[in-house]
């Protein structure tokens, strides 16, 4: 069992950054691959960025590749999601999510494990 909580959310101008942060439950964080997923209001949820277990191999959506960073520290249990370049469209509730599988998976399906979720709002 994992639990997942985010935090780091918040409102901010375009142009502007955020770093989301998960902190995970329990002692197997490194056994899991996490992933970043979004969902705006009246859409579907979306996939934003995944990290491997060793965080050794990244994704990322098209719309965030080149502006957000997910790393991850499994000493601290912790993934983080650097999100530089912000866009009114980034604007979403944000999760994380933990997968067994061993390679990084957009697939929401994929994920065993969510958090609540923190709203990020970008004002243009």
């Known amino acids: 069992q994992v639990q997942l909580v985010e935090s780091g959310g918040g409102l901010v101008q375009a142009g502007g950054s955020l770093r989301l942060s998960c902190a995970a439950s329990g002692r197997t964080f490194s056994s899991y691959g996490m992933g970043w997923f979004r969902q705006a209001p009246g859409k579907e949820r979306e996939f934003v960025a995944a990290?491997?277990?060793?965080?050794?191999?990244?994704d990322y959506a098209d719309s965030v590749k080149g502006r957000f960073t997910i790393t991850r520290d499994n000493a601290k249990n912790t993934v983080y999601l650097q999100m530089n370049s912000l866009k009114p469209e980034d604007t979403a509730v944000h999760y994380c999510a933990a997968t067994g599988m061993l390679v990084v998976t957009r697939r929401p399906d994929r994920y065993n494990y969510w958090g609540q979720g923190t709203q990020v709002t970008v004002s243009s």
């Open positions: 990290i491997s277990r060793s965080g050794g191999s990244t």
